[in-house]
Every structure is written in C-alpha cells, then in structure tokens.
C-alpha cells in the first residue's frame, strides 16, 4: 500500500507541471498586446491555397479575399488544385485565381503541395512581398489582409499566425464546442507563449510569411502535422512566429459524429508523433542555451490535448482522494480551478458568444466522444496521406 501511496503522490507532482504550465500560458495571454507601432506599408501580398476535391467551397474562399478591404492590384491569388478528380481547377479559374494543377499519387499530402509550388513556380510569386496560406474552405475576414499587411509592417517580422476561428459555432453542439477549443487553442495558446518567449507555433491555416524566407526554404515538412513541424524548424532557426489575433480566418466545423472523429483522429495522431521526436531535442537546447522559447515550445509539445490532461487528471483525482490527503488532494484540487479559469479565459479573451457559453455544458460529453479516438490511434496504422474532411453541406442522412 505504501508503494501505491509514493506512486499517487508522484503522479500528483507529474501532473501538476502542465497545470501550472496553464496557468502561467493564462496570465501572459492576458497581458498579449498586438505589435502594430510601424506605419502599415500595403505590401504585394500573394495568398496561396492549397486544395484537393474542394470544388464546392473554393469559390467561396476566392471571393472572401477579392472581398478583403484592400488594395486589389496589390493582391494576387494562387491556387493548387493537387491530385484533384473533381472541377476545383476550372471553379478556382473562373472566380480569378491563377491555378496549378499536381498529380502525384506517390507523394500526397498538403506539405508536399506548399513544397512543390513554392520550389517549382518561383515565377508565379516573384515581385510579392509576402505570402499568406489559407484552406480551401475557410472565409477570410474583411480586414484579414489588411493586418497581415500592418503585421510585416513590424520591424523584424518574418513569419506570422492569423487567428483561426469557427465560422458555424450555432450549427450543433460540436462546432460550439470547437469553437470554445479554438478560442483556447488559438488565441489564448498563441498570445500566451508569444508573451512568454517571442514566438508561438504555426495552426496551418492563416499562416504568412516573408516572401524570401518561404522562397529559400520552400516548405520541408510534409507530416499531417506540417504546421507544427515547420514551427520547430523555423525555431531552431531563429525565427520567430508571430500572432495577429485581428487578422482573422473562419473554418466551418462539421456536426456529423463520423467526420469529425475523423479529422480529430489524423490531426491528434500527427501531434503524438511531433511530440515523440522533437520534445526532447528541444528540452536539451533549453538547457544548452538557457533560451525560454525552447522551454515554451517543449511545454506546448508536451502539455497533452485538453481531453486527454482531463482524463489523467480524473483519473489521478480519484487515486488521490482515495490514498492520499491533506495537501496533496488541494493540489489537486487546484488543477480544477486552473483548468476552469484556462477555458473561461480564452472565451473572456475572444468574446466568446452566448451560444458557445451555453454548449461548453457539453464539454463531459465530447470527452467521452473522443474517448475511443485515442484507443484507435493507438492501434491503427497511421497515415500521412491528405484526407479530404466532408464539409457540412455533404454530410449524408446516414452519417448524422
């Protein structure tokens, strides 16, 4: 029973770094303020879209930029239209973008599109001053370009994440909840550690770049998750991320059970193979340099997902009251009061809307929804390949 007990009480101390990690990511969000003391120079800016299958919405996506409270001879739209079998390529050319086509069945995926492009069409993209990457699907805000524009304004401003938000919050409890998710994992996770150490990691979606810099290093990640991998890279490069939180993307969230458990599945189970092979590198420059942006970016890393740290804490929560007392079951309960100011923070610091307050109620019900995603993420074979989500509007009576 003792050697229980010393088990518990380790697992309490384990447990309780991504806590205070939370906490501490909290306060700096809090005290985040936008970099915008230069004068907002209007450069070229090229937005490049990567897309596969996406004939029904990139039209959409196309006119949200032509949209865009800016210069229109200043803009120039891309899009890659990459092993697609539908019209993407002649819907993406009559709304007005220049489109490539790939076909390369062997090396599929999103990295492997962004690389080919910004290596092969040089062309395409000389004379721009900055490059901005959206999905296919999403919508970009009136002002998206303007405040990219105002970002790389900004002395030494290389590399920037936009905020990407939910553009359906009142379809269903699930795209309310994921925009309770987003308003945490992309705001207050990114203003938090820019706070913190100068530099935030890369969502993937409403990312933009100096055009030299993605000229010279194209981009060389090509897992599921390429954002975050290229995150890392730019890191051990000294270069920061920066985060514009006004300069705002909307992705809509599907509703239905099976298409979300899908896309959750691809995206976690890259997460856990980043983690897997670049905590520990990054840990061990922390501790070579005495640099705080490698102790943030390992802690990002390593604090498991939301659903997951609940689950552990649960679980260790139930140990302690069972074995331990005193001081131990009040740090536990202190994981508790930090995980509730956590969330309510990142929908305080968004503005949250009345709707995704009410759903965050709901919030027992989808942990125990993604329950099973971690037990066949652990067992499947995972794939890197570029899997196309349904979007709301093909979700089939069957799949609801």
């Not at 969000?29 to 879209?49: C, D, H, Q, S």
């Not at 935030?200 to 993605?214: P, Q, R, S, W, Y």
């Not at 899908?262 to 189970?269: A, D, L, P, T, V």
């Amino acid at each position: 029973m003792q050697t229980i007990k010393i088990i518990a009480e380790l697992l309490v101390i384990l447990l309780s770094l991504p806590a205070l990690y939370l906490f501490i990511v909290t306060i700096a969000a809090y005290l985040f303020r936008k970099e915008e003391l230069a004068t907002n120079r209007m450069f070229e800016i090229g937005v490049l879209i990567p897309a596969h299958n996406e004939e029904a919405g990139i039209a959409g996506t196309i006119e949200s930029i032509h949209a865009n409270d800016y210069p229109a001879e200043s803009v120039k739209i891309f899009v890659i239209a990459d092993n697609c079998d539908d019209n993407t390529a002649e819907v993406a050319r009559n709304a007005g973008a220049t489109v490539v086509e790939r076909f390369n069945k062997d090396h599929r995926g999103k990295g492997q599109a962004l690389d080919w492009f910004l290596k092969r069409h040089k062309e395409l993209y000389n004379g721009l001053d900055v490059i901005t990457i959206i999905d296919a699907d999403v919508r970009a805000d009136r002002n998206y370009l303007r405040e990219i524009s105002l970002s790389f304004s900004q002395p030494g401003v290389q590399a920037l994440q936009a905020y990407n938000g939910v553009s359906n919050p009142e379809a269903g409890w699930r795209p309310a909840l994921l925009d309770a998710a987003f308003n945490v994992f992309n705001h207050l996770r990114m203003a938090g550690p820019f706070q913190l150490s100068e530099s935030c990691v890369l969502k993937g979606n409403g990312m933009a770049f100096d055009k030299f810099l993605i000229e010279e290093t194209g981009w060389p990640c090509h897992s599921i998750v390429e954002d975050m991998e290229f995150s890392q890279l730019l890191l051990m490069n000294d270069i920061s991320v920066h985060y514009n939180p006004d300069a705002i993307v909307r992705s809509e969230m599907v509703t239905s059970g099976a298409n979300a458990s899908s896309q959750r599945k691809r995206w976690e189970s890259g997460r856990f193979n980043l983690v897997a092979t670049m905590a520990f590198p990054l840990l061990r420059l922390f501790f070579s340099t005495g640099q705080i942006r490698y102790l943030v970016a390992f802690a990002e890393l390593a604090v498991p997902p939301l659903t997951l740290l609940v689950l552990l804490f649960a679980a260790v929560s139930l140990l302690s009251l069972t074995l331990l007392h005193g001081v131990w079951n009040q740090i536990v309960a202190a994981w508790w009061a930090i995980l509730l100011f956590y969330v309510v923070s990142g929908q305080i610091q968004r503005r949250a809307g009345l709707h995704t307050w009410r759903v965050l109620l709901a919030a027992p019900f989808y942990i125990l929804w993604k329950i099973p995603l971690y037990l066949t993420m652990a067992i499947r074979k995972k794939s890197d390949a570029w899997v196309r989500t349904k979007r709301e509007g093909e979700t089939s009576e069957s799949e609801k």
